[in-house]
T-cell receptor, first 113, second 113 residues
Framework: AQSVTQPDIHITVSEGASLELRCNYS??????LFWYVQSPGQGLQLLLK??????LVQGIKGFEAEFKRSQSSFNLRKPSVHWSDAAEYFC???????????FGTGTRLQVTL | DAGITQSPRHKVTETGTPVTLRCHQT?????MYWYRQDPGHGLRLIHY???????DKGEVSDGYSVSRSKTEDFLLTLESATSSQTSVYFC????????????FGPGTRLTVL
């Protein structure tokens, strides 16, 4: 069965600093991978997705992620964090049929001014 | 934003009472999903639907039932609510192709006393 691991429960960064959120997946076939963001009290918004092709994927709000098959990773990055990026971030893998998603447990990002 | 609404947005109920949550979409998407979100668990799939009257179980389906009599509506029912079902419930929709994005509703916060 597929699984997603987000090793960092909580990360704090200073505004303007770079950010990397880690995601590791376990899936037998070629994975379809996603990053979602959830602001407090809100639903989930898609940041970016990877299906195939270029392993560096650009998303909204200045985020990017790199798919590394050899490391089973899909880490999310941003070169300069803004205070409005404070939220919870979820990595997910699409599990074959019916577009079902398996989510990681999330990483809560705190941004200090 | 995808046209997804959930009702009610907040509900407090007592153990043993039946509860129905509604998800309504205006996108005419074939697939609809119910997830629950709990701290430390991320989002977990409860049930999903791949068409009118076509539903299947997800990872955490015990204690829940669903129905879909119209394309636009997907109902989640807790026949006899328990405190362990206190959670935030999210509905999502998708076209159903592997490359389609899942769009999420705003969520329903359910408290079972």
């Amino acid at each position: 069965a597929q699984s997603v691991t987000q090793p960092d429960i909580h990360i704090t960064v200073s505004e303007g600093a770079s950010l990397e959120l880690r995601c590791n997946y376990s899936y037998g076939a070629t994975p379809y991978l996603f990053w979602y963001v959830q602001s407090p009290g809100q639903g989930l918004q898609l940041l970016l997705k990877y299906f195939s092709g270029d392993t560096l994927v650009q998303g909204i709000k200045g985020f990017e992620a790199e798919f590394k098959r050899s490391q089973s990773s899909f880490n999310l990055r941003k070169p300069s964090v803004h205070w409005s990026d404070a939220a919870e971030y979820f990595c997910a893998v699409e599990a074959g049929t019916a577009s079902k998603l398996t989510f990681g447990t999330g990483t809560r990002l705190q941004v200090t001014l | 934003d995808a046209g997804i609404t959930q009702s009610p947005r907040h509900k407090v109920t007592e153990t043993g009472t039946p509860v129905t949550l509604r998800c309504h979409q205006t996108e005419n998407h074939r697939y609809m999903y119910w997830y629950r979100q709990d701290p430390g668990h991320g989002l977990r799939l409860i049930h999903y639907s791949y068409g009118v009257k076509d539903t299947d179980k997800g990872e955490v389906s015990d204690g829940y039932s669903v129905s879909r009599s119209k394309t636009e509506d997907f109902l989640l029912t807790l026949e006899s609510a328990t405190s362990s079902q206190t959670s935030v419930y999210f509905c999502a929709i998708s076209g159903g192709q592997l490359t389609d994005t899942q769009y999420f509703g705003p969520g329903t916060r359910l408290t079972v006393l």
